[in-house]
């Protein structure tokens, strides 16, 4: 990770000075970034999924609020598709039970899932980061560094899964240019 907002700024939406009005509503904005992708692209959101097990050792690379999740835990990773084109990576932590009760699809979108029978969610936007990673790179078919954040959804009060997504630069055909490169100065001001 090159730099991570603090929540203070990512809660009050001042973490997002640095980014377009189009990429501050897609990283900060409460919405479906599901939904957003097949809006702009004009094709379904298909997942390829990595993988989906037992992460009983989150490790310190994991966002900080998977320690709401009661365990054993689960960790699902995929990519996210319009037709041909890879335009984001995800990873979500569950609780194994809550997994098994919402995610009855393992191929089918989270939003899709979590939505299918019109069920209220709540999701708070807990970070904003920049990520670099070879495989990303190779994968996006770009250079990093790239946009990233996680939040959680909450249903009924109680906190039921924490997702992080990082965004192909292949967004900007539809949202513009990300940002400016925030600066050393501006990084430290976040």
């Known amino acids: 990770m090159l730099w991570q907002a603090p929540f203070q700024t990512v809660a009050s939406g001042s973490a997002g000075k640095v980014l377009s009005g189009a990429w501050r509503l ?3 904005g409460d919405g ?25 050792d989150p490790g310190r690379h994991a966002p900080v609020e998977i320690h709401e999740l ?7 990773q995929v990519w996210l598709r319009c037709g041909e084109q890879t335009l984001a990576w995800a990873e979500s932590w569950w609780n194994e039970e809550a997994a098994r009760t919402n995610l009855k ?12 029978h019109r069920a209220e969610l709540f999701r708070e936007v807990d970070g904003l980061a920049q990520v670099e990673a070879p495989w990303l790179e190779q994968r996006f078919g770009s250079r990093g560094p790239f946009w990233s ?3 959680r959804f909450f249903r009924g009060g109680l906190p039921l899964t924490v997702i992080r997504e990082v965004f192909s630069p292949a967004l900007e055909q539809w949202l513009g240019a990300a940002a400016l490169h925030p600066s050393h ?3 430290q001001q976040l």
């Open 26 to 28: 897609m990283l900060l």
């Open 32 to 56: 479906s970034p599901t939904r957003h992708l097949e809006l702009l692209s004009g094709i379904p959101v298909e997942i390829e999924l990595i993988g989906m097990a037992s992460d009983p």
């Open 70 to 76: 009661q365990g054993p835990l689960l960790r699902r």
């Open 105 to 116: 699809e393992r191929e089918q979108p989270i939003w899709r899932s979590l939505t299918s």
């Open 149 to 151: 954040r996680h939040y």
């Open 185 to 187: 100065e501006e990084i």
